[in-house]
């Protein structure tokens, strides 16, 4: 099939690369030239691991295109609207703009019978207003399909999804023929693009267009919820003398619960979640769904609180204030394998302990050349050796392998303080504290210093 991408930014970028991986001619659209040429060469604009070889295949069979004119979008038999939604700035809302524009710029250049498909994190109700701007184009169908990628593994999760959900007008019972059984417009559209995942065994669900809107925002919700909740746990067996790390894992073998996103840290960030559940609390808000909404605002806070209780700890580390002190942040990503920065919880703690008076170095494998320029009270360093030395306390924020796998023994010859607050909580404390490391983590009794020693 041919089929154009509206928005190459990350969910566009990585669903136009594996589409053309999977045999069908792509032009990707997006309205930033650099972007656009970037891509073209073979080179995604960000960190993802995969991603440059995919791009670099489509451009070398030919089957992969980029460009910043919408007329190149012509003659494709489906079109995805990729474009971002992200916060509005003077609201929890999600900011509808440019997926607005994608779609008035793409109208003109629609064949007849072609099929446009969502693929953003929208609020219910986006269709509706998507079906006014299309009016004037009765020969044009209109579907959602939902995307649900990880960021650090967006390829694999487009190339061996756990589910493809679409959303078609009237829901399930419209998506097929009655006689026969055989899927029908937007539905039989999306299973030819999708052919050889759905060969492969990957689970679809038809829905209507307000269960399709609603998925990707609920899945975010819950995930955050299991982090808030071990989060907030954490601070009870803090309080009580217990073990985080423990508690979860005994938790986790519960196969009514299981083991991911209960892991008790710092927190989540990034482009996606934080918004995501503030855009479900407003939709909870407008629909008169007062316990989503009081419930989306509890894990905001619950998930916010996490970065002043990691600040307030490192000051207590250092005698019961930062001021003056030097300290290494391990981290600036907002999880590891990425270079995102957006909401990042590593540099908002990193930029809190600047604020209250500390010398910060942050460190990142990926993200020091995207940090620097927003964050100006802090100093970067991409060697993670250079960053360590003469710290008087070391933050592990992001917890990249090559900070779960750091030698304490040599990273000991570095620092002027061997004390660690490990706010993601996947050191081995037993190792670091054989080589004289304080060790402390959120969640865990280990770690206390006396006053003396953290004084010093």
């Known amino acids: 099939m041919k089929i154009s991408v509206i928005g190459c930014g990350y969910l566009g970028a990585v669903h136009a690369a594996t589409l053309a991986s999977m045999g069908h001619t792509v032009v990707g659209i997006d309205v930033d030239p650099a972007k656009v040429q970037q891509l073209a060469q073979g080179v995604a604009p960000f960190h993802e691991p995969g991603l440059d070889e995919l791009l670099r295949d489509g451009r070398d069979t030919g089957r992969l295109l980029f460009s910043t004119d919408p007329a190149d979008a012509r003659g494709a038999n489906v079109h995805f609207l990729c474009v971002g939604t992200p916060q509005d700035k003077t609201s929890d809302a999600a900011d509808l703009t440019f997926l607005v524009s994608a779609t008035v710029a793409l109208l003109p250049h629609l064949a007849a019978g072609a099929v446009v498909v969502g693929k953003s994190t929208v609020p219910v109700g986006t269709v509706d207003m998507l079906r006014g701007l299309l009016e004037a184009r009765p020969d044009v169908l209109l579907g959602w399909n939902p995307e649900f990628l990880r960021q650090g593994t967006a390829v694999k999760d487009s190339l061996v999804p756990d589910r493809l959900v679409y959303g078609v007008d009237g829901g399930r019972p419209a998506a097929f023929n009655p006689a026969s059984g055989a899927p029908l417009g937007v539905t039989a559209a999306l299973d030819a693009v999708y052919e050889p995942l759905l060969s492969a065994g990957i689970p679809r669900l038809v829905c209507n267009f307000a269960t399709a809107e609603l998925i990707k925002s609920a899945a975010n919700a819950y995930l955050a919820t299991k982090v808030s909740f071990i989060n907030a746990v954490a601070e009870l067996c803090d309080a009580a003398g217990a073990d985080v790390s423990e508690l979860s894992e005994a938790m986790g073998l519960d196969p009514r619960i299981g ?16 918004k995501d559940i503030r855009s479900f609390r407003t939709q909870a808000a407008a629909l008169g769904v007062p316990a989503v909404e009081d419930w989306m605002r509890l894990v905001d806070s619950v998930n916010l609180g996490q970065r002043e209780r990691t600040a307030a700890l490192a000051a207590e580390l250092c005698g019961g204030t930062v001021a003056g002190r030097s300290i290494t942040v391990l981290g600036a990503s907002f999880k590891p394998d990425t270079d995102d920065i957006r909401d990042s919880p590593a540099l908002d703690v990193a930029d809190r302990l600047a604020a209250a008076g500390a010398h910060v170095t942050v460190t990142d494998p990926k993200a020091v050349n995207l940090a620097w320029r927003r964050y100006p009270r802090l100093r970067f360093e991409a060697s993670m050796g250079r960053a360590l030395q003469d710290a008087e306390l070391v933050l592990l924020l992001t917890e990249w392998d090559e900070y779960r796998r750091l030698c ?26 054989e080589q004289g490391w304080v060790v402390r983590g959120l969640g865990t009794s280990a770690g206390a210093l006396t006053a003396a020693a953290a004084a010093r």
Request: aromatic share 8%; net charge positive.
């Open 259 to 274: 083991s991911r996103y209960l892991h008790a840290g710092l927190g989540f960030g990034g482009g996606c979640l934080p």
């Open 408 to 433: 304490p023994a040599a990273a000991g010859q570095q620092v002027r303080r061997r004390v660690v607050l490990d706010a993601r909580n996947v050191l081995d404390a037993a190792a670091w504290q």
